[in-house]
């Protein structure tokens, strides 16, 4: 099938207004921040201009990238330690009211425990290191996704089960073409709000007792009281998130979409 100029030229425009309008909330967010900093004048609320200064000198001439990359491999494995181990138990105590009945008070414990609380004990059980920093994190995540995936095998269709019972599926095509359709905006949901919680206990627990990444270079400017340096690198880490959360979870909100037509 052959695309015409004047579909691409479409495609193109559709394109660009597609981004302004992603980029306007941020543009009118800068020029709040501007006007606020230069009104308020006052060393505890630097410009974006001077943060931008800052977070361009940390990049190419300080140590932002090894603490961003550290910051982002633990992110990435408690991200997928909380995904995967969450989606299995969502699914079996939302397909088993037995397991279910047995599971959910530790689920509703672990759930009300502040992430504090379970950095800390890691802390004090399994010494200060990389191992307690990850136990923390992908437990103070772990019930958040339990919760979502259990609701989602709840509400799905016991009809379409029985109807690839009845066709004789394979566990394949009964996983792909029957339980994942279902299921995804549920996955989608828990991936999203996991991304946001895991960063966010990611940088706690560097505050509390390890050594390098994002969140031990806040805590040090914060004691220094370099408030350029804490925006800069804060900034930096949400740049990222911001990034994946247009690329990929845009990009799977599509294919979901598609999915439910």
Known sequence: MTVSASDLNNQQVNAVIGFAKRAAPFALLVLIWQTVALLAATALLPTPVAVVTVLASETFKGPLLFHLSATLTRVALCFFLAMSLGTILGLVMGMSARVNHWLDPWLQLFLNIPAMVVAILAYLWLGLGEPAAILAVTISKLPNVVVIIRQGARQRDPELIEMAQVYKFTINRMLFDVLLPELM?????????????????????????????????????????????????????????????????TWMDRRVARWQR
């Open 185 to 249: 905006p549920y996955f989608i949901a828990a991936t999203r709000s996991g991304l946001s919680l895991v960063w966010k206990i990611v940088l706690l627990v560097e505050l509390l007792g390890l050594s390098n990444g994002i969140g031990f270079q806040l805590h040090l400017y914060f004691q220094i009281l370099d408030i350029k340096k804490i925006l800069a690198y804060a900034a930096s880490f949400m740049f990222v998130v911001q990034a994946i959360e247009m690329l990929i979870f």
